[in-house]
């Protein structure tokens, strides 16, 4: 009863005294008042104002932060998001013929294979006939313009960048050659195995493919001294880095090797589709172009299984990630086929020039590098 009194007291005096005495906390969040055993109560600024015959009391306190509870379930990973530099640049519609670029000019034209180093985009100039370039041209990604055009070895094939300079895989010449990505100066040519072809940098070195060898090298960015030649398996076309592991497709053996970069150890070999040529790692998952079955197979980077065989153009080649989608270049069919890289479903097939062989990306297009038609596609 006392309960009940004190609080319809307390009500009252809050509702009709509101206008005079609002009934509201004090600076500090708290509210005090004076209550006496008949339930008349007032408001005061302090319970120290209670006369003998009240009672204090107070509410309106905010007690401490409890302890978080525990983390509830993980949610399932949400659908990959869009392509940032792509919605930057406008262009977050499907692929088309931006631009293409006569290198018809170049000496002994021949665009083979392609490499971004951050502003341009390089090119080696493999030659027609086969193998009788010796050159390598950087173009401005933004518009194409020729900033430079480079003698190296004979037969320019596979090129990768350092973050600071190009290296261009000689495969007439047997050797490699470094030029400074800023200029173009040639900073020296290096002996390789016989027929190198792909050239990969995974952080600290280089590796080289030797396609009449059948190895690969390993060597020094800063000097091109050789670290190691590791064998592989039969006319290796192809290097590429997963972050922690060098992939080789052997194209004769219809597989793909996993080599360990501190030390060449062979920690896997798979088994592919019909003669691969290239590969491309996602983040998660190597691409391999399967040239002689018109396919490309995802294997996953950890244990080498086969998540799955996709259909593409016919004669694939050298496929690359633009960062959510898998491209690859069909060379009989003159097109580029574009697939998910989450589940391998073809979101588009664009009609490029003759003979593509290589395509890049430069965080915005598709360059696809036309060997037959002595051009580059910009997508």
Known sequence: MMNRLFVTSLSILCLLAATTYPCQAQENSVIYACVKNEGQTRIVSDASQCKKDEVAVSWNV??????????????????????????????????????????????????????????????????????????????RASDGGILGTFVVGNGPYGIAFDGANIWVANYVSNNITKLRASDGADLGTFATGMGPLMVSFDGTNIWVSNTTDNTVMKLRPSDGVILGTFAVGDYPDGVTFDGTSIWVTNALDNNVMRLRTSDGVILGTYSVGARPIGATFDGNSIWVANGGSNSVSKLRASDGAVLGTFPVGSAPRFPVFDGANIWVPNSSDNTVTKLRASDGAILGTFAVGNDPNAVVFDGVNIWVANILSYTLSKL
Do not use: E, H
Request: charged letters at 5%; aromatic letters at 10%.
């Open 62 to 139: 905010v007690g401490p932060q409890g302890p978080p509870g525990p983390a509830g379930p993980i949610g399932q990973t949400g659908p990959a998001g869009p392509n940032v530099l792509a919605i930057a640049q406008l262009r977050w519609y499907d692929a088309n013929s931006v631009a293409t670029f006569d290198l018809s000019n170049v000496p002994t034209p021949g665009p083979c294979w392609l490499a971004f180093d951050g502003a341009s985009i390089w090119v080696t100039n493999y030659g027609i006939p086969w193998g009788t370039g010796s050159t390598v041209t950087k173009l």
